[in-house]
Every structure is written in C-alpha cells, then in structure tokens.
C-alpha cells in the first residue's frame, strides 16, 4: 500500500514574513500613503499649489490652512502633496536607473564569470573612485533644470556599490548544485539567471535599495535647497526647505512639515530595509532547519526484477560502434600551482542501451571524468588533449553552443546530492515544466500534465501535491526520485549517475536501483553509474571501468572482473568489500590514500600502495595492457595477481559477486 502523503504548507514569502512586523507595516503604510496622496494630489489637494492668499501670510495651522500657508500666502498641504509628486519621480528615477545598472550588471558578471567579470571589476573600481556629489553637480552645471536627467546620473555614478554586492550574491550562488543542475538540464544561460540566480539575490538587492531610496530622497532635496531642478513656484520638497529657512526668523513652524515629511520618508525607507533584511534571514534559516517531510515509499507489487542476470561477456566496443567514446582524454584544473592534470589518458566507450560502471576511491576523477562530458568542469579547468565523442558529435574543445544542446536533451545528470539540486525557492513541478517546455516545446498546462506525468513514472505517490512541494519537503529518496524525473524530462539518450544511491538506507537505494533500471529498459537509454559501491556496480552493470588517481587501471565485462581481476588495485577494492569478508577476521583494506593530482607518481600511479610493486612499476608510466580478449589492466605483474586469485587467497578476494 502506498503510504499516505500529509498535507504540508510551502514556506511563506518574504513579503508575509515583513508583513507580520509592526515597524514595517507602519513603514509601508507611511510611504504608500506619500505615493497615493501625490499621485492624487490634483483631486485631493485643498487648493492649488500656486494660489496665494494674501490675507494670510505665514499662518500658522488654521480651519482653512492645516498646515498654514509659506510667505506668499500658498497652501502648505497643498504643496506638499503637489511637491511629492515632482520628488517622489526624481527618487524613482534614481532608484530604477540603479536598478537596472547596478543588477543587471552585477548579476551578469558574478554568473558569466571570464573576461566580462575581469572588465566589470575594473570598471567598477573606477567609478567607485569618482566622488558622486561633485560629479553631479558638475552635471547639473552643464543640463541645467533637468534633474530627472541628474538623479538618472546619480542611479548610474551609485550603481557600481550595489553591482559590487549583487555579484558577490551571485557568485555564491553560481556555485549551487542547483545551478549545476540547471545547466546540465540545457536550460539557457539567461534562463538560468533570470529564474535561479536573481531571485536569489533579492535580499540583498532589496535592502539596499531601501537604503538609497531614502537617500536619493535626500540628495535631491538638497539639489532643489541649492536652486537646481524645478524652479519656482512649481514645489519640490526640497525648494519648500529652502523658502521656510529663509523665513524662519518670523514663522518658525514652516520648516516643520516639509521636514518632517521629507524625514519620515527616509526613516521608513531605512527601517523597511531592516525589516527585509532580517525577514529573507529568517526564512532562510527557518527553510534549512525544516526537516524533509515523511518517508520515501514503496510499491509492493511494481518493482521490477533484478538486472544482475545480464550477459557476461561483452567485447569492448570502437568509437565507431559507441554512443559514446572518450580516446585519450586528459583534464586539467587549476591548482595553488597553475593547471593540474586529474585525468590522464583515459579511454571509455558506452554503447546505446548499456550501462556502465565507473569505480573508484574518492578523488580518483569520476565525478570529473563525467563533468567534462556535459561541458561543465569547474572553474578554469579544460580537456586539455584527448577526444570525447556523442553520437558523431566531436564535445570536446567544440562549439560551447553544441554542448549546451545537447545537455538536458541528449545527455542528462542525476547527481549525488538530489536536494541541493533542486532550487529551494519554487516548487519541484514547476522546475520539472521549465525542462520540459525549454527541451520541447508546448503551452504551461502541457508541460504541467507531463511534469505529473513523469513523477508518477518514477513511482512516486499522489504526484500532483509531489509537483506542488518545496525541496525541503522531500526525504532523499523522493528528492532523488524527483531528480530522476527531471533528467528524463529531456528524453536523453545517455544519463551519467553520479553516485545515486549515496546517503540512502538499503531499501530506498534498492528500489532507486530497480527504478533506473525498469526506466533504462522502457527508455532505452545508456547510463554510465559512477560508483564506489560494488553492489551496485554488480546489480546494474554489463561493464566496468576502475579508476585511480586519474587513469583508468582495469576494465572488463563485470562478471569477470568480479571473478577474476587483473589489478592489484581492483582487487584490494573487492576484498575490501563487507559482504566477502570472513566472519570474526578483520574487513581487509588497502594501505594509504589516493594522492593527490599534484603528487602522483612517475611510474604506476598505484604502486605505493601496492604489495606487488617492483622497481619497474615506478621506473615509467604503465600503458594500458590487453593479456586476454576484452580484458584491459594497467599492471606490469598482472599475471602473479591471476595466479595469486585463483589459488588459496581466492574465497577471500574473489568470489564472485559482492
């Protein structure tokens, strides 16, 4: 029976979260009623702002005049409401102006990364060099009365601080699995920063635009104190300053309402800052703090048998047969001493409908090795020789508008990590529809049938509220469930499983292993399993290539490898498996660690490690030696390791099967 799924509440959004304080419901209140009251002010003001009544000059609050009247006898409600008008436009106009300069650029260049990140850099230490207030006024002096024009430069001279703080955002999250994901799904590169990346930075973004508005609030007062902008009689907050200073001697209270006006407006732009800043913290925290909701779920009668069957023998296929081949392929990347070779030589061929299996210790280059086929090393790092090849198609150092075709529709990802793949600001069906429109088309209601339509392929129950949850609302079994069901949201002809069943219990992996492989079956696609696990190579695999400190050292077909390996290093990896250990006796291990990139050795990569090492081991490099048909080693002593597993050490090392 398929476990009940309760109903859960999506995190509340940053704009409910300010709501519920008090100071920033005030604040919000204090500034909508400025917009309204300026924008209706022609209807609501009592008088207009430029009707004088000469029997009352300088009043002081009265029936007729609340607020009094200035020194030729206006109404000084009425010109403020008029006022905010011209004021409120000036403090927009600086507000957009940076808006869309300081995060339009900063997000671009903290996402883009390269040569526009280096020229974004040193152009923003430049105009941070440029003192702001003389420049304006320097700009007022040759526009004259236009300030509209004036806070427009003054948005683009502030715009490099705030474009600083947005790309340092976006950098952080550029380095989100999700964004990973995104990529490796083919959604395009100015999708994936309009709809993963900015949302992300509205914190920030919000917070200090707050802080300016409130201070383009006061720049342009002080422009219109100083005689610039609009001239009278039309009102500014700023020339009303400046009338009441000029009369302040004999009525006092006139500086009192533009004033205060003028400075409540920037204290509340301040604390509404505040108040956001402290909410989007707070529902961060609160976000990663939830724990995943309910269990991953079974289905008794649905899961598919067990693919371990699978012939033995399968001949080692030529690029011209493969889906895909990878010839000679080296990867560098850079280190504290400039680039570093992680992958060196490597040959690997998967044919259409095969899985393969990728093996080895933490640090040996798989993850890399499946990296560099979608395009997607990280940082500077670059095949730097060899030749990966998909379906005719040269990847390696070709057109970067290729790869990106391919990735999500041909080629697909499911990575280690299923939860920080997912982006935690929208739903999981809403990123599943994002794939399926950008790889094929359709209105949102097709793409949302066919979002249900793919969770519900990947057994996962009541896919209509699954489509509707957040990331962290899902245990790692649905998390990697949904995953799945957003890699086959492109129809891909290959799926790279970066160690899948990481972090998850023995019956949930079982049931993702049968899942990958009744979904391989119905598909018909390739999967290269990246794994450390031989279980799992054992239960999903026709071939297997094993991997240390960046060469491959064996491949064969996986029931001969399992019986019989060739390298001392394959070996020590299976006996060190816990299912072939001998009660009461210690699990075998082998000595050591992977070296790093930057200190392997000059001859077998292994041989420090190995019981077997000679001298000739560690005078060169070992090529990649074929003792018998379909059978590849990278050992020079290959032959006693044969002899040695088929002899008395056998039950212990080497039977069979983990």
Not at 14 to 23: E, G
Not at 468 to 490: D, F, P
Request: hydrophobic fraction near 45%; charged fraction near 20%.
């Amino acid at each position: 029976m398929t476990e009940p799924i309760p109903a859960v509440r999506h995190p509340r959004s940053v704009l409910r979260a300010v709501l519920r304080r008090p100071a920033a419901c005030v604040c919000l209140g204090y500034l909508a009623l400025l917009v309204l009251t300026s924008l209706l002010a022609p209807w609501l003001a009592p008088y207009s702002p430029t009707a004088t009544d000469l029997d009352h000059v300088l009043s002081g609050p009265s029936g007729a005049h609340p607020l009094g009247t200035d020194n030729l006898g206006r109404d000084v409600l009425s010109r403020l409401m008029h006022g905010g008008r011209v004021s409120l436009t000036d403090a927009a106009v600086a507000v957009l102006t940076v808006l869309f300069v300081g995060v339009g650029c900063g997000v671009t260049a903290g996402f883009l990364g390269g040569w526009f990140d280096r020229v974004f850099t040193w152009a923003v230490d430049v105009m941070l060099a440029i003192p702001v207030l003389v420049t304006l006024l320097v700009v007022l002096a040759v526009i004259g009365d236009h300030q509209a024009l004036a806070m427009a430069v003054l948005g683009v001279l502030v715009a490099p601080g705030l474009a600083r703080v947005v790309r340092g955002a976006a950098l952080a999250v550029r380095e989100e699995l999700y964004v990973a994901a995104a990529r490796v799904s083919g959604l395009a590169r100015r999708h994936i920063l309009l709809r993963h990346v900015l949302p992300r930075v509205t914190g920030p973004v919000i917070v200090q635009i707050s802080l300016f508005a409130g201070g383009a609030l006061m720049i342009d007062a002080g422009l219109s104190y100083l005689g610039f902008g609009a001239q009278p009689p039309t009102p500014t907050w700023g020339n009303m300053i400046a009338d009441a200073a000029a009369v302040t001697d004999r009525q006092p209270w006139l500086l009192v309402p533009p004033g205060l006006v003028l400075g409540l407006a920037i204290l509340a732009c301040g604390l509404l800052g505040d108040a956001v800043r402290d909410a989007t913290a707070e529902r961060a925290t609160s976000a990663s703090a939830s724990p995943p909701r309910g269990r991953s779920t079974r289905r008794g009668s649905s899961r598919p048998p067990r693919t371990s069957g699978q012939p033995a023998q399968v001949p080692r296929t030529s690029p011209a047969s493969s889906l895909l081949s990878l010839r000679g392929v080296s990867i560098a990347l850079p280190g504290p001493h400039g680039m570093t070779t992680v992958v060196e030589d490597l040959d690997l061929d998967i044919r259409s409908g095969e899985t393969v299996g990728l093996v080895g210790e933490s640090g040996c280059g798989k993850s890399v090795t499946g990296r560099a086929i979608l395009g997607l090393l990280p940082g500077l790092g670059e095949v730097t020789r060899g030749s990966i090849v998909f379906d005719g198609v040269e990847l390696a150092g070709g057109d970067p508008r290729t790869v990106r075709a391919l990735r999500g529709a041909k080629i697909a990802l499911i990575s280690q990590t299923p939860l920080a793949s997912l982006d935690p600001m929208f739903p999981v069906g809403r990123q599943i529809e994002e794939l399926v429109r950008r790889h094929h088309g359709g209105t949102r209601k097709a793409a949302r049938a066919r979002a249900i339509e793919l969770l519900r392929e990947v057994n996962l129950p009541e896919p209509e509220r699954i489509a509707g949850r957040y990331a962290h609302e899902l245990s790692g079994g649905m998390a990697q469930r949904v995953a799945i069901a957003m890699a086959l949201g492109g129809e891909p002809e290959l799926l790279i499983a970066d160690e899948p069943t990481t972090a998850l219990d023995a019956t949930v992996r079982a049931e993702v292993l049968d899942l990958l492989g009744r979904l391989q079956r119905e598909h018909g696609m390739a999967i290269l399993l990246i794994s450390h696990d031989w279980k799992v190579i054992a239960r999903m695999c026709r071939r297997t290539y094993v991997m240390y400190a960046g060469h491959i050292v064996e491949s064969a077909a996986a029931t001969d490898m399992f019986e019989r390996p060739l390298h001392p290093y394959t070996a020590g990896l299976l006996a060190s498996t816990p299912s072939r250990a001998t009660p009461r006796e210690p699990l075998s291990a082998i000595p050591g660690t992977v070296p790093a990139p930057s200190a392997w050795p000059h001859g077998c990569h292994f041989a420090p490690r190995c019981e077997l090492a000679t001298t000739d081991c560690e005078a060169a490099p070992i090529p990649l030696l074929e003792p018998t048909a379909d059978r590849y080693t990278r050992c020079l002593r290959h032959t006693e390791l044969s002899t040695l597993t088929n002899g008395g050490d056998r039950d212990r090392t080497t039977s069979g099967r983990p």
